[in-house]
C-alpha cells in the first residue's frame, strides 16, 4: 500500500522552475527579523539588520596628499621657471609626509620633486600652487551622517575600510540562517569515527555530502548543524526530524532517504508530519530530490549521489537561504556595458575606474564612481570595474566596453539607474526599495538636473532628478522637458519639496542675511556646476536682484553636490554656498533659508509600468519613507509620488 502511494507521488515529477516556485509560494521565505550586534572586524560575510551611517567624516582632519612642503598658497601666486622663489624652511615652508595633518595657516603642498633645496633653510619654487593643492580635505571620501551601506547589504572584506574610516565599530546584522542536516543510511560512517580506513567494512561508506553541503552553507552565509547518522528505520528517521525542529532550525535537509524505494522512508515521513510539497524533479541527476513544509518549518529532501546532492542544494536549498537574509543568489561573470558619460584617461596609464552598472532597456549602463585614490567608497559601492588600457585616452559616452561584475548580475537588472540632480532623499529611497523589495537598487549618477533630462534623451537612465526653475513662469522642469525631451512622452512625479538656502560656518560668522551679501566682495562663495537645477536658481535669484555675477567671488568655483559644497564650507574653502539644509545640518553648519523648491523625478511614460519603477513610486509614496525624509530637516515630503504632470 505505502509502496504503491510512493509510486504515484514520483509520478508527479515537477520541473525545477515549478518546483521552486512550489516552495516558495508555499513557504514565502522572508528575511529573518533576528538581529545581532558584532565587533566589524567580525562583520565580513554577515547582512546588515539596518541602514549603516558614517559617524565621522572620511578623512576627518586636513593632511597632505604627497610628500613635500606645506605652504600658503596666496605666498607662491605668480612664481614661474623665469620667476622662482624661495621659501624659508620652518617658517615660509615646512616639511611633510603624505597623510601627516596639515599645519596652521598652511592651505597647500608643493611635491618635492617640484622644488630645489638650496640649503639647510632655503628651498626654491618654480611654479605656484592654489589652495588646498596637493591636501586631503576633511570629508573628501565621505562625510558624517553619510548612508554607508542600505540594509540587506552583504558586507564584503573591503567594505571594512569604509565602515572603519566611517567611526563604525560595531555593526547590527541579522541572524545566520541555521540549518540542520539530517544524514540517514544505514550503511554510512560518520569520517570521524573511523581512525583506519583500511578497516573500513565491506558495504559501508564513509558520509561526505554533509561535509560538502556544510561548507556550501557557510558559502551562502548560513550555519550547518549536523546530527547524527540515522539509520534507515521511518520512526528513527521521523525522531530525527522533530528533534529538529526542537533546534529551531530555519530548513532542515535530509541527506539520501528521499527516492521511492523500499528502504527511504522520508516521503512516507513527511506525509505523516508534514505537507509534501514536490517529490521529484525533472533534472539529472537530483530527481528524487523532495520539496515539503513540516510545521511551519522548509524542507528539503536531497539524493545520496554526491553530484545529485550538489544539484539539487544549487537548485533548491542556496536561493532559499539567500531569501532567508534578504539576499539575491549571487554570480560571478563579466558583461558589455556602454558609459553614460566620457571617462578620460591618460596615455601610458592602465586605469581601473569602478562603476556603477544599471539596465537601461536592452543596454547595461556603466556610472563611473569617485577616481580618487584614496576612496574607499569607490570599491565598497562598485558594481563592476571597468579596465581602460594605457594605449587609450578613455572612453566616450555612449561607447561600448567591457565591466567586470563585483555583483550578482540579476542585481544589476533589478537596477534603477537615476541621473541629474543630486538630492539626499534619494540615498533615503535607495534604502527603501531594498526594504520594499530584496533585489531592487538605485544607482545614481550627479550631472545636474540638464544632465538627468539629456540622459534619458539619450537613453542612458530610467529616471532623472530634476529642479529646473522656468524664470518666466514660476513652473519647475516642464519648459526644459518640452524643449529637450520634444519626442519622449514622460510622467512627472513629485519627489520632495525642500529648502534651499545658504550653508556657512557655525555661529555665521560673516553675518550674512541672504543672497544680496554675497556681492559685499570679502566672501569667497562655492557655486554648483552648470546645469545644475541650484545653478539655475541662483542665477534667476541674481538677475531678479539686479546683481551682475562678476561681483560674487568663487561664482565659478563649482561643486556637484549639495554635500562638497558644504565640505567646501566646513574646510574654509568658502565661506558660503547655495544648498539644501539636510547638506547643512549633516555637518553641523548654519542654514540661512533663500526660498522652496520643487524637487521631482522625470520618468519616461513607457517605463511607468515597468515593476521596478512601480516599486520606486510605492516607496516614495509610503509614510516610512515620509517620515525620514521629514528627520532630515528642510523637506515637505507631503506630495512624494504624486503624479502631477504627464508631458
Not at 456 to 482: F, M, R, W
Not at 522 to 537: A, E, K, M, P
Request: charged share 25%.
Amino acid at each position: 500500500m505505502n509502496e504503491v502511494r510512493r509510486q504515484k507521488i514520483y509520478l508527479k515529477m515537477k520541473d525545477p522552475k515549478e518546483a521552486l516556485e512550489i516552495f516558495f509560494k508555499h513557504l514565502r521565505p522572508e528575511p529573518i527579523p533576528d538581529a545581532e550586534e558584532l565587533p566589524v572586524h567580525d562583520s565580513p560575510g554577515r547582512v546588515t539588520a539596518g541602514p549603516v551611517f558614517a559617524k565621522i567624516s572620511a578623512p576627518h582632519f586636513q593632511s597632505a596628499a604627497m610628500d613635500g612642503v606645506a605652504v600658503r598658497a596666496e605666498d607662491t601666486y605668480g612664481v614661474t621657471e623665469r620667476n622662482p622663489k624661495r621659501l624659508k624652511l620652518g617658517q615660509e615652508a615646512l616639511w611633510i609626509n603624505t597623510g601627516q595633518v596639515m599645519p596652521e595657516e598652511k592651505n597647500a603642498v608643493i611635491m618635492v620633486e617640484k622644488l630645489n633645496q638650496i640649503d639647510e633653510g632655503t628651498i626654491e619654487i618654480e611654479s605656484s600652487a592654489f589652495p588646498w593643492q596637493n591636501t586631503r580635505k576633511i570629508g573628501e571620501d565621505f562625510v558624517a551622517t553619510e548612508l554607508l551601506f542600505p540594509q540587506n547589504h552583504r558586507i564584503r572584506p573591503f567594505d571594512l575600510g569604509t565602515l572603519i574610516g566611517g567611526g563604525v565599530l560595531w555593526v547590527k546584522v541579522r541572524r545566520r540562517p541555521r540549518v540542520s542536516l539530517i544524514r540517514t543510511g544505514s550503511e554510512l560512517m560518520d569520517s570521524s569515527s573511523i581512525s583506519d580506513v583500511s578497516l573500513l567494512q565491506r558495504g559501508k561508506i564513509i558520509e561526505s555530502n554533509s561535509a560538502v553541503l556544510s561548507h556550501l552553507i557557510r558559502e551562502c552565509g548560513a550555519e550547518p548543524i549536523v546530527g547524527d547518522i540515522v539509520e534507515d528505520d521511518a520512526e528513527k528517521i521521523k525522531r530525527a526530524l522533530l528533534r529538529a525542529m526542537d533546534t529551531e532550525a530555519d530548513m532542515v535537509i535530509v541527506l539520501a532517504g528521499s527516492s521511492a524505494g523500499k528502504r527511504d522512508f522520508t516521503a512516507e515521513v513527511i506525509e505523516e508530519i508534514g505537507e509534501l510539497l514536490v517529490h521529484g524533479v525533472t533534472i539529472m541527476p537530483g530527481k528524487p530530490t523532495i520539496l515539503a513544509e513540516v510545521k511551519g518549518t522548509p524542507f528539503v529532501g536531497i539524493p545520496g549521489y554526491p553530484v545529485s546532492s550538489y544539484i539539487a542544494f544549487n537548485q533548491f536549498v542556496r536561493p532559499f537561504l539567500y531569501r532567508l537574509q534578504g539576499l539575491n543568489v549571487p554570480e560571478r561573470q563579466s558583461a558589455p556595458v556602454i558609459a553614460s558619460r566620457d571617462i578620460p584617461s591618460k596615455l601610458g596609464i592602465e586605469e581601473f575606474i569602478r562603476v556603477n552598472i544599471g539596465s537601461v532597456g536592452e543596454r547595461l549602463v556603466a556610472i563611473p564612481l569617485t577616481r580618487a585614490a584614496g576612496s574607499v567608497t569607490s570599491l565598497s559601492r562598485a558594481e563592476g570595474i571597468i579596465r581602460i588600457p594605457s594605449v587609450s585616452e578613455g572612453i566616450v559616452a555612449g561607447e561600448e566596453t567591457k565591466a567586470e561584475l563585483l555583483v550578482d548580475p540579476e542585481e544589476i537588472a533589478s537596477t534603477i539607474v537615476i541621473i541629474g540632480s543630486h538630492d539626499i532623499t534619494l540615498d533615503v529611497l535607495a534604502d527603501e526599495m531594498r526594504s520594499a523589495d530584496r533585489g531592487v537598487r538605485i544607482a545614481s549618477g550627479n550631472v545636474g538636473s540638464l544632465g538627468g533630462l539629456m540622459a534619458l534623451q539619450k537613453g542612458t537612465a530610467h529616471v532623472a532628478g530634476s529642479h529646473l526653475l522656468d524664470p518666466e513662469t514660476g513652473e519647475y522642469n516642464i519648459s526644459y522637458i518640452k524643449r529637450y525631451l520634444k519626442r519622449m512622452p514622460v510622467h512627472v512625479f513629485n519627489l520632495v519639496e525642500r529648502e534651499q538656502g545658504l550653508i556657512v560656518r557655525k555661529g555665521n560668522p560673516h553675518k550674512l542675511g541672504g543672497i544680496e551679501d554675497l556681492a559685499r566682495g570679502d566672501l569667497r562663495f562655492v557655486n554648483r556646476q552648470q546645469g545644475s537645477g541650484t545653478r539655475v536658481l541662483f542665477d534667476y535669484k541674481l538677475q531678479e536682484m539686479g546683481i551682475d555675477n562678476s561681483r560674487i567671488q568663487g561664482y565659478d568655483n563649482e561643486e556637484y553636490t549639495h554635500m562638497n559644497v558644504a565640505v567646501a564650507v566646513l574646510n574654509g574653502v568658502a565661506d558660503a554656498g547655495l544648498g539644501i539644509m539636510a547638506a547643512a545640518r549633516a555637518l553641523d553648519l548654519e542654514f540661512i533659508p533663500v526660498l522652496k523648491e520643487q524637487y521631482d523625478l522625470v520618468i519616461p511614460s513607457s517605463l511607468v509600468n515597468d515593476w521596478k519603477i512601480e516599486l520606486l513610486i510605492s516607496a516614495a509614496r509610503s509614510e516610512e519613507f515620509k517620515e525620514r525624509v521629514k528627520g532630515l530637516g528642510g523637506y515637505n515630503p507631503e506630495k512624494s509620488g504624486v503624479l502631477w504632470k504627464i508631458v
